[in-house]
């Protein structure tokens, strides 16, 4: 079958998986609306929670970041991830049990200060608007290049499909939704990944096949290989990092203490029963999102390879632009990659240097990397239905309101 119908089959079923379950799960009350009526299982509360914190961010944006800034880009993995335990741990359970749902209102009645509160739900605010930027925006590249419109129009269609989600079922709505779309989200970054990984390594895990030899090149490692890659084209060695130790610092810190203040992430610990539940439900995320952390490195790497390789040519001096495969023509329709011939020759080439020819945006990695491998079609029409599935989802209250649900 075509890849775009078979896409539109794909991502058109998802969709329609994603609108059942908010109808049926729709909220019947004020409580149900914004805390799901405060009675979600902790498993499946962890698996909502899994989804809200690896949406387009994670999904399509943090491989992207490994994949072209080698060992520097794993600084995002260190403070998304310390962002999650920062709040899992330090924050959300008490601010249950404090009986407030956002860091404003527990600073402002904790600290018996209204400009502590007022401090505050400016600082969410600003990074609240930070990153569903972000999380747009990804939403935009998935769209442009699946339904083959512009990044504006599909932010405004990743607007429209939340909009619906969140008016019509709420947070209780919401919170069944993200379970469908975790399980989905997971499989369409699992799958591609554990096919790269035999192909390249001959390991099914692409967590073991990150640090394995290539069947190409048997003598070679794969970091071996993206090591000598990015010296010859002129980038810094992919192993390490060129960024200075307080740099690091200041970067996860930031990160960590911005995501950690998400609001629509900390009202999931007051759609549990209990603090315990809160508490339990915080291990299941943990867990869940650990799947695809522990996957992200080997992704960019494996399609860092297969990039270069694919438009600098087996004998590395370029591929000619008038056969350049399938996946860069549907991609320089976005506008995501364009080709300049510098020296007329008629070839593409990437560099860092003065030989650059290719202009790639990071964010389309991880939706380009099944076609750059040649994989089947029906893996590249999973991997655009787990990135359109990787938007936010707000549900919950604001960074401001103030509500009276009677928790314990």
């Known amino acids: 079958m075509e890849l775009q119908t078979l896409t539109y089959i794909v991502v058109g079923l998802t969709f329609a998986l994603y609108i059942g379950i908010a109808i049926w799960a729709r909220a019947g009350s004020t409580k149900e609306f914004y805390v799901a009526g405060g009675g979600v299982n902790p498993v499946a509360n962890g698996m909502a929670t899994a989804a809200d914190w690896m949406s387009a961010a994670s999904f399509i944006s943090m491989a992207g970041l490994i994949s072209f800034m080698g060992y520097d880009g794993a600084v995002y993995l260190l403070g998304w991830t310390g962002g999650y335990v920062l ?3 330090c924050l959300a359970p008490y601010l249950r049990k404090f009986g407030k749902f956002t860091v404003p209102d527990f600073i402002g009645d904790r600290y018996y200060s209204q400009t502590a509160r007022t401090v505050a739900v400016v600082c969410a605010i600003l990074i609240s608007f930070t990153y569903v930027a972000g999380q747009m925006r990804g939403v935009g590249v998935v769209f442009s290049r699946f339904l083959e419109v512009d990044i504006t129009t599909g932010v405004i269609i990743g607007m429209a499909v939340v909009f619906f989600y969140a008016v019509l079922g709420g947070m ?59 010296v010859d084209l002129g980038f810094a060695p992919y192993t390490e990092g060129v960024r200075s130790k307080l740099d690091v610092i200041a970067i ?17 610990f007051f759609t549990v029963p209990k603090v315990r539940d809160a508490r339990i439900s915080a291990g299941w995320a943990l867990l869940f999102i650990s799947f695809l952390y522990t996957t992200a490195p080997a992704v960019a790497s494996f ?43 008629g070839r593409m080439f990437y560099s860092n240097d003065e030989r650059n020819e290719m202009k790639v945006d990071r964010d389309i990695i991880v939706l380009a990397n099944p076609e750059i491998a040649k994989l089947p079609n029906w893996v590249i029409a999973l991997v655009a239905a787990g990135g359109d599935c990787g938007g936010p989802l707000y549900g919950g209250r604001s960074a401001t309101g103030d509500l009276d649900l009677d928790f314990p």
């Open 87 to 89: 709040l899992a741990l």
């Open 172 to 230: 209780k709505g919401i919170t069944y939704t993200q379970v469908a779309q975790y399980c989905v989200l997971i499989f369409a970054y699992m799958v591609p990944a554990f096919f790269i990984s035999i192909m390249m390594t001959g390991h099914i895990l692409p967590q073991t096949g990150f640090g394995a030899t290539l069947t190409s090149e048997p003598d070679v490692y794969l970091l071996q290989k993206l090591d000598q890659i990015s």
């Open 252 to 268: 996860t810190c930031a990160l960590m203490v911005g995501t950690a203040g998400l609001p629509h992430v900390i009202v999931r």
């Open 303 to 345: 399609a860092r390879v297969n990039m270069v390789d694919t438009i600098n040519g087996s004998d590395g001096k370029g591929t000619e632009y008038a056969q350049a495969p399938q996946w860069i023509k549907n991609w320089e329709k976005t506008g995501l990659i364009t080709h300049d011939d510098k020296n007329g020759d």
